[in-house]
């Protein structure tokens, strides 16, 4: 089955750092990626919809000049964390649609715990 | 705009037992696609099972079911047989039939199976 790598998996980091989570689509291309936060005991929330080739759409509220998303190829998108504050610590998922099964459900990363101490 | 509900924060259940969480939406749309992901501890997103809308029979995945009534927005999961390892959050979500735009998650329901 189609397969969506995540890396890293859990990253603790001092206050100010800039962190950069990487999400790969292994057996697909996948035009359009989005990137969600989860706060622990609650759901899944959209950070940002990211479209190979272009400028990601970013949700209501959440800074693009704070979680800057790249979408260079077909297989990959990241998000980095920039001058990343405690506040920042949580758990982002990522999720890639097949350009040819658009139709098919998303497919989800392994998430990346972060940290910022 | 697409909400999903879920009503019940957590639930149990014995283990061998049957369960049902239930999950309401709303939408002003006619062709779209219901889904039921689990998290487990390892917070891996797992799909469990999925519905079309234009599709009158309810999906089925082994011990997992849905009762999908489209008038109603409604759209229950059934686990059948519990076992210890369905123990998880489940959240209900739904796309519109493009599959264009991102999925609408529920609040999630934390189901514990008890031994």
């Known amino acids: 089955g189609a397969v969506v790598s995540q890396h890293p998996s859990w990253v603790i980091c001092k206050s100010g750092t800039s962190v950069k989570i990487e999400c790969r689509s292994l057996?697909?291309?996948?035009?359009?990626m989005f990137w969600y936060r989860q706060f622990p005991k609650q759901s899944l929330m959209l950070m940002a919809t990211?479209?190979?080739?272009?400028?990601?759409?970013?949700e209501q509220g959440v800074e693009k000049d704070k979680f800057l998303i790249n979408h260079a190829s077909l297989t990959l998108s990241t998000l980095t964390v920039t001058s990343a504050h405690p506040e920042d610590s949580s758990f982002y998922i990522c999720?890639?649609?097949?350009?040819?099964?658009?139709?098919?459900?998303?497919?989800f990363g392994d998430g990346t715990r972060l940290s910022i101490l | 705009a697409q909400t999903v509900t879920q009503s019940q924060p957590e639930m149990s259940v014995q283990e061998a037992e049957t369960v049902t969480l239930s999950c309401t939406y709303d939408?002003?749309?006619?062709?779209?696609?219901l889904f039921w992901y689990k998290q487990p501890p390892s917070r891996q997103m797992i799909l469990v099972i999925r519905?079309?809308?234009?599709?009158?029979q309810n999906a089925t995945e082994n011990r997992f079911s849905v009762n999908f009534q489209k008038a109603a927005k409604s759209f229950s999961l059934k686990i059948s047989d519990s076992q210890l390892g369905d123990t998880a959050m489940y959240f209900c979500?739904?796309?519109?039939?493009?599959?264009?735009?991102?999925?609408?998650f529920g609040t999630g329901t934390r189901l514990t199976v008890i031994p």
């Open positions: 939408t002003s749309e006619n062709n779209y696609y």
């Open positions: 057996d697909f291309q996948a035009t359009t």
């Open positions: 519905q079309e809308a234009y599709k009158q």
């Open positions: 990211s479209n190979e080739g272009s400028k990601a759409t970013y």
């Open positions: 979500a739904f796309i519109d039939q493009t599959g264009a735009n991102n999925l609408f």
């Open positions: 999720s890639a649609r097949d350009r040819i099964h658009s139709n098919q459900p998303q497919h």
